[in-house]
């Protein structure tokens, strides 16, 4: 089936983006719509500002609108949004999780935006383009509509097939966003979908209620070889990062993955996860097969908070645990944390978490700003409480350098925290683990003595030399 206006649409896609690095929803729908054989243009707002794309939008010929966004970035999408729509009927049709979230409340509140899709997009987006202007659009499954002013949610269908994925258009982002310098030469990839966590502050639990456990998925092994074997080749990553929300949650899996890795491509690579998947068994498979790098959540360091207000039911025994079996591997840990929480009123929880990184000691700590996502079980306790400042949520695009919480302000206890833990920063903490790891800690302290006694030993020599040839030297 196509639609009465055949392959022949224009479509505008915008991604909502705010930091140098790679949309993975976006880039999987636009993909598959291409792959449809439509004409699309993607747009990234890291790299185009909304006007230059409202006037791209207004002026040149597209029949369609689409743009993916989360909720940090939804109130710059939706100035985007009228800034066309004042301009140009077009029809628009938005998604990503923060629509996910809000679907109904957003047609309702926004006339500017004509359609929502409820959860995943990559076959949602082909129906509706194949359906677009006849009467099937509106049972297209994932879709929710507003139809002579009243809004309408159609049910869901079953989670994408990720055998079945398009190839991600790497092409459609630029090479900063793929290789992270920032992160010293990592590239996010990803193996699967889902986590079966709910923990209270995150968006994840709503995608386990729309789909159940059958949201959790692994790629063929074979297309992520074949694609980590493309990127290898294109843009020689230091660091393969897998970006999945849990890639051990499916631990057979994951180990084969690791397997194929280390015999088909030996690279380094590193992925997020929670402790209760690191054994000694699988910390065993990390070592043989070239892991460097775990980023493992701990969040607060008090073990009742975590379990009664986070949903996070690991032991702080566990934490220390994982933390010191990875270290004996060689692997670089960074422990992810949050400050800032409602109940925290005189820090108590951020000192207790400090005094757990302090414990635990990992190469690198990273720390963000409790921010209440709509959706989630700590958001609906904020707004029961009234403890959000709306102006300040709709200010925030990040949740690394404020907190949105009334009456709270956090920039200076951020800082000072980085500064405890990461004085020299990410990169100097990777650089160092990595010629560590290169050359052993021995040979490392000898090259670095050799390094200043030979400073000392030309100096020495400079020292004796005729003033006008020092001078000379110190002008080149
Ligand atoms: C990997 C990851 C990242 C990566 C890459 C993110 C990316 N841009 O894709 C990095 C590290 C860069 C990242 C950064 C951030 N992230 Co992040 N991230 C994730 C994580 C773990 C997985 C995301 C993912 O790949 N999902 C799988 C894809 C396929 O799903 P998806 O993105 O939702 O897309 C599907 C649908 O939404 C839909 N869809 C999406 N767009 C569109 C558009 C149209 C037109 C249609 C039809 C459909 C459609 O189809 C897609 C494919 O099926 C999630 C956790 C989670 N549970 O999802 C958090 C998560 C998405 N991140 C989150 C946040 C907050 C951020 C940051 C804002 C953090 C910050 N720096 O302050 C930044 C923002 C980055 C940006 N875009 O500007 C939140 C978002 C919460 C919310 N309600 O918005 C999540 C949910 C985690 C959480 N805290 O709850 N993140
Ligand atoms: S474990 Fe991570 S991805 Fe899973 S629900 Fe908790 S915070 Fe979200």
């Avoid at 690198?364 to 709509?374: A, D, E, G, L």
């Avoid at 500064?419 to 903490?429: C, D, M, T, V």
Wanted: overall charge positive.
């Amino acid at each position: 089936m196509v639609s009465i206006y055949g392959l022949d649409m224009n479509i505008a896609f915008v991604y909502m983006n705010n930091e140098k690095n790679v949309g993975r929803g976006a880039g999987y729908v636009a993909g598959a719509i291409i792959n449809a054989g439509y004409k699309l243009k993607f747009y990234d707002t890291l790299y185009s500002p909304i006007d230059t794309i409202s006037h791209d939008i207004v002026h040149e010929k597209f029949d369609i609108f689409m743009i993916s966004s989360m909720t940090m970035l939804f109130p710059e999408a939706i100035k985007l949004i009228c800034m066309v729509k004042e301009k140009k009927n077009i029809p628009v049709l938005v998604g990503g999780v923060h629509p996910t979230i809000e679907g109904r409340s957003i047609l309702e509140q926004y006339k500017q935006i004509d359609f929502i899709c409820i959860g995943e997009g990559e076959s949602m987006a082909i129906d509706f383009l194949h359906s677009f202007g006849t009467d099937s659009l509106f049972g297209v499954q994932n879709l929710a509509y507003r139809r002579n002013g009243i809004v309408h949610a159609n049910p869901s269908r079953p989670p994408e097939d990720l055998s079945k994925l398009p190839p991600f258009p790497w092409e459609f982002f630029p090479n900063e966003s793929i290789v992270q310098q920032g992160l010293g030469g990592f590239l996010y990839v990803t193996a699967s979908r889902g986590c079966p966590y709910n923990c209270t502050y995150c968006s994840n639990g709503i995608y386990l209620k729309q789909y159940g456990k059958n949201y959790l998925r692994f790629k063929p092994i074979v297309h992520v070889i074949e694609e980590l074997k493309f990127l290898n080749k294109k843009y020689s990553p230091r660091l393969f990062y897998f970006g999945d929300e849990m890639i051990l949650s499916y631990p057979e899996k994951a180990v084969e993955l690791f397997v194929t890795i280390k015999r088909e491509l030996n690279v380094p690579y590193g992925f997020m996860c929670r402790v209760e998947y690191i054994s000694p068994e699988l910390v065993d498979v990390l070592k043989r097969t070239g892991c460097q790098y775990a980023s493992v959540g701990i969040e607060c360091g008090n073990e009742a908070f975590r379990l009664k207000y986070l949903n996070r039911k690991m032991s702080n025994q566990q934490i220390e645990y994982a933390f010191s079996m990875l270290k004996k591997a060689n692997i670089f840990t960074t422990s992810f944390n949050m400050i800032g929480y409602p109940f925290d009123n005189d820090d108590y929880l951020t000192e207790e978490t400090i005094r757990l990184n302090k414990k635990i000691r990992p190469n690198n700590m990273q720390v963000s700003i409790f921010y209440p996502f709509p959706g989630t079980k700590l958001y609906e306790r904020c707004i029961k409480m009234d403890l959000i400042d709306i102006q300040k949520m709709k200010n925030t695009k990040e949740y690394f350098s404020e907190s949105v919480l009334k009456g709270v302000s956090l920039r200076k206890k951020i800082k000072e925290i980085n500064s405890l833990f990461n004085p020299h920063g990410f990169i100097f903490a990777f650089e160092f683990y990595r010629i560590k790891r290169e050359f052993g800690l021995k040979k490392l302290i000898y090259l670095i003595e050799m390094f200043l006694r030979s400073k000392a030993f030309i100096r020495k020599i400079i020292n004796k030399l005729p003033r006008s040839i020092k001078s000379f030297i110190k002008l080149a």
